[in-house]
């Protein structure tokens, strides 16, 4: 099917509006709020951040008579390892960003959006401010929009590169100039978000859907994809593949279908022994697991991992998953914002005990000690960082604990054992 969100040559604003771009912007503009927030509502669109909430049913949450004013915010600080969708979608086709968001902030009655983007982000903020002022030249953007009466301005944010600045009431905290750390929930920020203000916030990628679903319908979206899981999704896929990079594919399909057809299959000499499916705080597939999984919300949950950010992390059985639990908690113990008692303890101690397996000197008993640990830290804290850190590590002893085993014997990647061995198959990984 043709692609949605990543087409080619619409990067400018001249061949994104002769693509058919701002057209959707213009009809939008003719209808009611209300309407729109249906049509949102029947394309069954669900966030793309993460978290995979509908995006109809979230800008319905703004209080109707609230006083004062509203705002959108897109939440462009895309820091989850193995993620690099928005960044490729902001490079690509920056002008459906613009117009979703001038969309729905007319759908809300937001007069002011801001675009919250990843610190290191400099070339695409550049690249963002840019359309933005090619948009706002057009009327498509500012003062009264297409003589609609509606005024609509949109600004970039350079973060300054903290992954807890991804979770919604952390980067609105930031946002204002404060620490980003995580708010108390409720209020939630559709009753008391930026500034105190009602407030929706919604990713990049959610955002460049809208137009689209303008344009041709949301029971058109609705029929892209699968079930609950509609529309097409953007996976980036890592690791060892002969094609790694972004793909737009319909929610549905399968993740093998996508490794081995869209990415042309593992390089050679290697083979599948494990997928991350949606960054890396989401649970570990086997290799089992995953050829038998579609890429959609509900498939995932029932194989007892996530969609996520929908970043797909392949890892070849070259690999020793204790090291790569080991990077993965170096990660989350550095960007935990130590708020919460479980998270900053958790995420240190987790860290520790995977140094000390790493280096062959752990005892056994630890790898029930770093499950107990993980068990402890998840839906304990305000944010979910804690889960992403705890996930991953439940995931992996659950799945893969003989390799722990191993280790604790000295049976290390660098000690008693070489990566020959695990490429081969040796006694200690057998199992695995």
Not at 141 to 161: M, P, Q, V, Y
Request: aromatic share 8%; net charge neutral.
């Amino acid at each position: 099917m043709e692609n949605i969100l990543l087409k080619d040559n619409v990067a400018d604003l001249e061949a994104y509006f002769a693509s058919g771009g701002y057209r959707p912007l213009k009809k939008a503009l003719s209808l009611k709020p209300a309407e729109i927030i249906d049509e949102v509502k029947k394309s069954n669109l669900r966030g793309r951040g993460g978290a995979g909430f509908p995006a109809g049913l979230k800008w319905s949450f703004i209080p109707k008579d609230a006083p004062g004013p509203r705002y959108l915010v897109c939440n462009a600080d895309e820091g989850e390892p193995g993620t690099y969708k928005d960044r490729e979608l902001i490079i690509k086709n920056p002008h459906a960003l613009l117009e979703g968001m001038a969309i729905a902030g007319f759908a809300i009655g937001a007069g002011h959006g801001y675009i919250y983007i990843r610190g290191e982000f400099a070339a695409e903020t550049e690249l963002l401010d840019k359309a933005i002022a090619a948009a706002r030249a057009k009327g498509f953007i500012g003062k009264n929009i297409l003589g609609s009466g509606f005024d609509f301005e949109i600004f970039t944010h350079r973060g300054a590169g903290a992954y807890i600045c991804g979770e919604e009431t952390a980067l609105l905290e930031s946002l204002e100039g404060h620490k980003g750390q995580p708010r108390l929930k409720p209020p939630f920020p559709a009753v008391k978000g930026l500034f105190g203000c009602p407030t929706v916030m919604n990713n990049v990628e959610t955002l460049a859907a809208i137009p689209a679903i303008i344009d041709k319908g949301g029971e058109w979206y609705a029929s892209i994809g699968i079930g609950k899981s509609a529309g097409t999704k953007l996976f980036c896929v890592s690791g060892p593949v002969n094609k790694p990079g972004v793909y737009e594919l319909p929610l549905g399909t399968p993740l093998m279908e996508l490794i081995e057809k869209n990415c042309g299959g593992l390089k050679p000499g290697k083979k599948l022994k494990a997928v991350i499916p949606g960054g890396s705080s989401t649970p570990v597939l086997t290799a089992s697991e995953a050829g038998a999984v579609n890429l959609d919300y509900e498939s995932l949950a029932a194989a007892g991992s996530m969609l996520g950010s929908g970043a797909v992390i392949v890892i070849d059985d070259s690999q020793c998953m204790v090291k790569l639990l080991q990077v993965l908690a170096r990660f989350y113990h550095h960007e935990s914002c130590g708020q919460c008692t479980p998270c900053r303890e958790g995420c240190g101690w987790i860290e520790k005990i995977l140094n000390r397996f790493e280096a062959g000197a752990a005892d056994e008993k630890e790898i029930d000690t770093l499950y107990s640990v993980a068990d402890g830290m998840m839906g304990r804290t305000i944010c979910p960082l804690a889960d992403a850190m705890a996930m991953p590590v439940i995931s992996f002893v659950k799945k893969f604990r003989a390799e722990f085993e191993a280790h604790a014997r000295g049976e290390t990647c660098g000690k008693g054992r070489g990566l020959e061995d695990q490429r081969t198959g040796g006694s200690a990984l057998r199992s695995v």
